[in-house]
């Protein structure tokens, strides 16, 4: 598509040497300036397509680097999760994070819900919530 836009540009171009009618060869300039903006534009658009899919590669390598450091396991309480593989470095403390997420391409760290001191004293199991997709899960 690039190569056609600059071939075109370079034919109106060639063109505009053979005009000898001031109206036509200024109408033909003006014409050539659109082309010349639109291929601007378009190149820009292209520019910032390349440097969107940068990012994206580079968050895709980023991640695949990142998911190595967990594996699939089973909280006390039966719910999946990704756990963080014991002695990986950078060493960081020990933490789950949510399975839904990590299927998404995303790490999201399982936090403990808040518990109010009502219902603390019935021994209810220990529940952790994903801020990402808001899942609720008994650790
Ligand atoms: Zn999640």
Redesign the pocket.
Known sequence: MAMGAFKSLMDSAKALKDMNDAHVRHGAVIELQEKIFAAQATQTALLEQVGELEKEVADFEAWEADKQRYEMSTTKGGSIVYRLKPGVQPAEPTHD??????Q?R?K?I?QPMQTNAVTSTLAKPNRVR??????ELVA
């Open positions: 994070i949510c399975a839904t997420c990590y998404r995303r999201s399982l994903c801020f990402e997709c808001k899942a």
